[in-house]
């Protein structure tokens, strides 16, 4: 009977010392399962199924692959998509600088046209003066006799001309900002 305890406690301890390789053997991160195995280690890239039985290894729904093959496979992926993201950055660039110069040629036209407008509006202003200055001046002498009518028309003339010129001094600037 002695020999039967023995030989049954000797089976259970390489049962259990196997049980436990069996367990230690899949581990998760980064939701992959990495199998350590005979051969090295191996990723599921599937589904991972349990086993039932301690004793015997678990399943893999997918395709199993080598560590050194997914960290190959996954430095290519990752250099295609970097190359790809350069690529759209380039791009992104070069139609910066296309607007950048159309928005440059635009301010600048926007300043030649507000350049223009202005002078325009100085001519305008210039040619009407002149012209309120020639009718008054065209006046006859003999309206102009009676002094205080005389002052009133000068005075009439003054008015004109400040609101002439008021008018076209309220004009903002352009701002080149």
């Known amino acids: 009977m ?14 259990m010392a196997g049980v436990t390789s069996v367990q230690s053997q899949t581990q998760v991160l980064d939701g992959y399962t990495l199998i350590r195995g005979a051969s090295g280690t191996v990723v599921c890239l599937g589904r991972w199924i349990p086993p039932k039985d301690v004793a015997l290894p678990g399943t893999c729904e997918g395709q199993v692959v080598d560590v050194a093959q997914l960290t190959a496979i996954s430095s290519r992926l990752t250099a295609d998509r970097l190359d790809q993201i350069l690529f759209a950055l380039s ?10 110069d159309h928005l440059k040629q ?11 407008i202005d002078e325009q509006v100085s ?6 003066r002149e012209t309120i200055t020639t009718r008054f ?12 009518f005389k002052k009133e028309i000068q005075k009439l003339k003054e008015d004109i001309l400040k ?3 008021k008018r076209n001094s309220k004009r903002p600037p352009l701002s080149t900002k």
């Not at 023995?6 to 301890?13: F, G, P, R, S």
């Not at 001046?137 to 205080?148: G, K």
């Open 2 to 15: 002695k020999t039967l305890v023995c030989v049954i406690t000797m089976a259970l301890v390489f049962f």
């Open 91 to 100: 791009s992104l660039d070069q139609k910066l600088a296309i607007n950048n």
């Open 106 to 116: 635009l301010i600048e036209a926007t300043i030649k046209t507000q350049t223009s």
């Open 123 to 128: 001519q305008v202003s210039d040619l009407l």
């Open 137 to 148: 001046a065209a006046l006859p002498e003999s309206m102009l006799a009676n002094d205080l």
């Open 163 to 165: 609101e002439v010129e």
